[in-house]
């Protein structure tokens, strides 16, 4: 049975929506084999393993090459990958271990984390998080726009401006495997937005292509957005589009209460132990 995407590909001018899930040959071993073990490397080794191609309405099929794995949009790489891992637990459903943590009754040192296994599957059923697709008419693009606007002055050549609309993208598994190698960017939680940021953009508006590439995807000191976001109205702005325009699973009013203090502190989503269950599963001797 096909897998419904939440985006899917568009080649050639057609969308092709629908994964057909296999089960993976060696196991959940097979998905581990691997030098590198960031969650977005395992991700894209465990798709390759599981699909080879998408198919369209018509149910014609496209062969997927290496470069189309990586421009998979990583809504659509998330739900593939816990239909592989349905397959591979040979359950229906698929529940790991989520913790979250709780502000209110956690300090340095004594953090408090609330441990939940639920079934994401059962509360998009019962209303409680939300799957949202892409439709056919839509494309995988947003634009932010900035109140008060990047400032860049000209450099020899080069053509600065102030610049209020920025043109963005959904991440592509190619982008998070990317930044989850960019030390930079794991140094701080800051850091770690403004190069999430940087990587969504793909046009800013009234700058030329010499100048795009030179201010923001070469930037000298790194990232463009760490450079030029200056005011606090435009970095907020851009966390607001980022947020209206949610493709995937959405759990901002997922309801989780602190098994400590019985605050609600739940919205959002926990892969962190995600490929726990690869693992063999130890036998119960029989007593």
Known sequence: M???LFVGLKINGVWFKYANVIPIKGGGLAVLDGADNTGGARLLNLIKKS????ANEAGEEHILTDMDYMNMYIADAWKIAREAMKKINGKENLIFSEFFYCDVCSSRGNEKYTEVKEDWDD?????LIDAIYLEESEEPYY????PLGIEIASLKTLTGGTFNRIKRELITIGKTIKLQKNKWASETEANSIF????ASIIEVEGMGEREFNMFVRRNPSGSFCKQYLVY??????MSVSEDDFKVGIVAYDRSITCKHCHNEIGGYLDFTNFFQSLLPKKSVRKR
């Open 232 to 237: 606090q109205e435009d970095q907020d702005a």
């Open 51 to 54: 699909v080879i191609s998408f």
């Open 143 to 146: 634009w932010t726009e900035l």
């Open 195 to 198: 190069a999430t940021w940087d």
């Open 123 to 127: 509360l998009i059923e019962q209303g």
């Open 2 to 4: 096909s897998t419904k």
